[in-house]
């Protein structure tokens, strides 16, 4: 049967795709080796380095985010180096079983999934590592399965007052261009990311933005690597291609949602975020339910994780939002599954549609006969009525 009206897709990640983009993408394939394609390869490279806030290069990969994180360890280290990382949830997790599979050696801080990365205990860490045996710092900048975000400023003084060499490799794959993010001036030597969240495109597309320090380490990386190298994607960049075929489509998209997120501004875009997370966390305070995240000023601007209470199973909840109002929210991951379900406000996403949002969540709270208050939809309207931009 015929579901009438837009589907609300109000998951972290993939994120909808706004028309101007979709008919972006609508074009003719053509020629990446052809003459006419240096000029688009140049747009969505010099573009990208905006977005980053960087003026080194920003590697554009075939692949989704998975493929970037791989990327960023394979071309800066070596079999059996030791590196840091720190489980803030299910996608840092993700990542440190990669970098053993990979033949890395991680060693990983645990938290208890609601904060983010804590800078006293990584600078506790780097200066009990006096010999420098560790090569690398990884942390995950929003973390899309808990709603929390690491402030990688403070991250970075934390390095510097360990006066640590290790690399700071970022996995800003759900914070870009939602969430500010400043690769040169927090000194982040590889930033990941992809396609799907903040940048408003179908999935397909990651990156890799890279450092000076970064590229030397990357002359003595001896772990195998081929689809992966940066040298000579950068050599080919610098022409405007790349040295296999690249998403051409995507990248039509990628360059008109540059122009998009530079029209409105990227001090904007990133204000809006902040709004949209706080008139949410008003509608989930409203309810009398329990935000995952603990640390105020660490609420992801991304998405945010939302407590079910004890004995309600929150996939089931999700499946009568789905069912009675159309719209898909995000799962509890892992050791959450079940307790949390996520709202995800990143993107191309306005008032009207952060409140449809939350009124279908309402509604299927009634629907899922979840204990609750109603009148979340109204704190959020009147947050937001008391903040226009
Ligand atoms: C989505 C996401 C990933 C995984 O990216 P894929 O595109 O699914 O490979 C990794 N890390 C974070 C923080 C993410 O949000």
């Not at 609508?26 to 969505?44: C, E, Q, T, W, Y």
């Not at 089931?316 to 959450?336: P, Q």
């Given at each position: 049967m015929r579901t009438a009206g837009r589907h609300f897709l109000q998951i972290p990640g993939p994120s909808p795709v706004p028309d101007r983009i979709l008919?972006?993408?609508?074009?003719?394939?053509?020629?990446?080796?052809?003459?006419?394609?240096?000029?688009?390869?140049?747009?969505?490279?010099?573009?990208?380095?905006?977005i980053f806030q960087t003026k080194q290069p920003v590697i554009i990969y075939p692949s989704s985010g998975t493929g970037a994180w791989e990327a960023a360890l394979v071309n800066t280290l070596c079999q059996g180096d030791k590196l840091l990382m720190v489980e803030t949830g299910h996608f840092a997790f993700l990542w440190q079983q990669l970098a053993e599979k990979l033949g890395l050696n991680?060693?990983?801080i645990e938290t208890d999934w609601r904060r983010g990365a804590d800078p006293d205990v990584i600078e506790a860490a780097l200066r009990a590592d006096t010999s420098h045996s560790i090569k690398a710092l990884c942390v995950v900048h929003n973390e899309t399965s808990t709603g929390c975000t690491s402030r990688i400023a403070d991250v970075r003084r934390a390095m510097d007052a360990a006066n640590h060499p290790a690399l700071l490799l970022v996995d800003t794959i759900s914070g870009l261009a939602s969430a500010d993010f400043r690769f040169d001036e927090w000194g982040v030597d590889v930033a990941i990311s992809g396609s799907q969240k903040g940048l408003m495109l179908p999935p397909g597309l990651s990156f890799n933005a890279v450092s000076e320090k970064a590229i030397a380490a990357s002359q003595s990386a001896n772990i195998p690597n081929s689809y992966w190298g940066w040298s000579e994607m950068i050599e080919a960049n610098k022409r405007g291609y790349f040295p296999y075929t690249p998403s051409t489509n995507l990248l039509f998209g990628l360059a008109e949602a540059i122009d998009m997120l530079n029209e409105e501004g990227l001090e904007n875009v990133f204000a809006r975020h902040l709004r949209h997370s706080a008139a949410t966390r008003k509608a989930v305070e409203a309810w009398g339910l329990e935000v995952q995240c603990t640390v105020e000023s660490e609420h992801s601007p991304v998405l945010t994780a939302v407590r079910v209470?004890?004995?309600?199973?929150?996939?089931?909840?999700?499946?009568?939002?789905?069912?009675?109002?159309?719209?898909?929210?995000?799962?509890?991951?892992?050791?959450?599954q079940g307790r949390v379900f996520r709202i995800g406000h990143l993107g191309d996403i306005n008032d009207v549609t952060l409140l449809g949002t939350l009124a279908g969540?309402?509604?299927?709270?009634?629907?899922?006969?979840?204990?609750?208050?109603?009148?979340g939809v109204t704190a959020a309207t009147d947050y937001l009525k008391s903040t226009r931009l």
């Open positions: 008919r972006a993408i609508d074009m003719p394939v053509i020629d990446h080796r052809g003459p006419g394609f240096a000029a688009l390869g140049h747009r969505v490279l010099t573009g990208m380095q905006g991680p060693s990983l209470p004890d004995g309600v199973d929150a996939d089931n909840l999700r499946s009568v939002i789905l069912a009675e109002c159309d719209t898909s929210l995000g799962n509890g991951l892992s050791k959450v969540i309402e509604m299927g709270l009634h629907l899922a006969k979840v204990a609750h208050q109603s009148g």
